[in-house]
Every structure is written in C-alpha cells, then in structure tokens.
C-alpha cells in the first residue's frame, strides 16, 4: 500500500484521549501513523525527495506530531511525481501550514487532487481534538509505503 499526506503537530495537552490512533484508525477516512509524543518534526531526504518525519526527542517538546495519511491508488512512480510537485510548490522547503488553511481553501496544496481526502480527515480529526484547526499545523508532504 501506498500512503501520501501530511505530518500534523500540536501541543500534547490537546490529546485527551489516550488511544487517538488506534480509536482513530477504526473509523477514520485517512490512517494515522508514528505517533510521537514530545517528539520534533524533522526533514528526510530519500533519493531527491524532501519529506517530512517525526523523531523522538531527548527534551520533551509539549508536542505530540503524527502522520496523517490516504492512500493513493497509483504507483509509486506517481507518487514520486506528485511529492516533487510539492517540494516544488514549496520551494524545496517542507511546506508549513495551519490546518485550517487546507481545510478552508487556502493551502498551497488545495490544487493537488490526491489531497482531497485529507480535508474530510482534518474535520475528523478536528471532532476528537478540540480547537485542532486553530492550534494544528502540517507539514508536508510525508509519504508510507508498505510492502
């Protein structure tokens, strides 16, 4: 399976419930994956992609980060296609926005098809999350890819 989306980042306090993925993953139309409490969200280079990660830190951050991702039913040669689309629409920077921004229309990234489904998973997110659209940001793009 081949997953595309985004890395979402918000303060730990906002995450009252102590199963979000796994509760998440049962009925949600996105997946949710390593989620990191007190993490950091880094840049990865894979072949001549940039990409977001999370990673574990030392220093506890007071924020929690985690994929959320669709799946794409294309190749992974599309999916190469499309993530170099974004690294360009971001200047060859990780794109950084409020989730609010995707959701209402705003985002840098409304235009690339294959996203769609993520503003149907940021509302669903947002009815487990409190004030998520205001507080949340998301980094872009983050990919899966499962053998």
Avoid: H
């Amino acid at each position: 399976m081949i997953y595309l989306g985004v890395r979402v980042e918000i303060n730990s306090k906002n995450i009252k419930d102590k199963n979000f993925q796994s509760n998440y993953n049962k009925s949600g139309s996105a997946k949710i994956f390593d989620l990191c409490e007190n993490g950091r969200v880094a840049l990865e280079k894979k072949n001549e992609l940039l990409l977001v990660c999370g990673k574990k830190d030392k220093n506890p951050s007071n924020l929690t980060n985690f994929s959320l991702l669709v799946e794409l039913k294309k190749s992974k040669s599309d999916l190469e296609r499309i993530v170099k689309i974004i690294n360009v629409l971001g200047n060859d920077k990780l794109i950084k926005e409020k989730a609010k921004a995707f959701v209402s229309g705003q985002s840098i990234l409304n235009n690339i098809i294959e996203l769609e489904p993520l503003k149907q998973a940021f509302k669903e997110v947002s009815s487990r999350i409190p004030n998520f659209m205001e507080l949340a940001w998301y980094y872009a793009p983050e990919i899966k890819i499962e053998e």
